[in-house]
Nanobody
Framework: QLQASGGGLVQAGGSLRLSCADS????????MGWFRQAPGKEREFVAG???????YHADSVKGRFTISRDNAKNTVYLQMNGLKPEDTAIYYC??????????????WGQGTQVTVSS
């Protein structure tokens, strides 16, 4: 019920905004997160946001990516600026509960591909 969109091909230094819509309309009570998985690598945490709006970003994206949410639209966003080739991955959104924001997610959406060319 989590539908991610907004991925694509962009040049290094460019921007993309990912969206994750919750058709089940339950996400407002959960924390939401973005994860990514590059070819041959393990999935890694990118950013998380609590139901109240507190955020936490991985060091690798801090200052470049921003997670936000619109509970009225049951949607979470990931604004990605200053993209680098190493940001190339499939990006997944997820919903979870409790703390910390970087783990304990149990609902997962399908991924959206982000490719950054050098």
């Amino acid at each position: 019920q989590l539908q991610a969109s907004g991925g694509g091909l962009v040049q290094a230094g460019g921007s993309l905004r990912l969206s994750c819509a919750d058709s089940g309309r339950t996400s407002s009570s959960y924390k939401m997160g973005w994860f990514r998985q590059a070819p041959g690598k393990e999935r890694e945490f990118v950013a998380g946001i609590s139901s109240g709006g507190s955020t936490y970003h991985a060091d690798s994206v801090k200052g470049r990516f921003t997670i936000s949410r619109d509970n009225a639209k049951n949607t979470v966003y990931l604004q990605m600026n200053g993209l680098k080739p190493e940001d190339t991955a499939i990006y997944y959104c997820a919903a979870g509960g409790g703390l910390p924001l970087y783990r304990n997610y149990f609902y997962w959406g399908q991924g959206t591909q982000v490719t950054v060319s050098s």
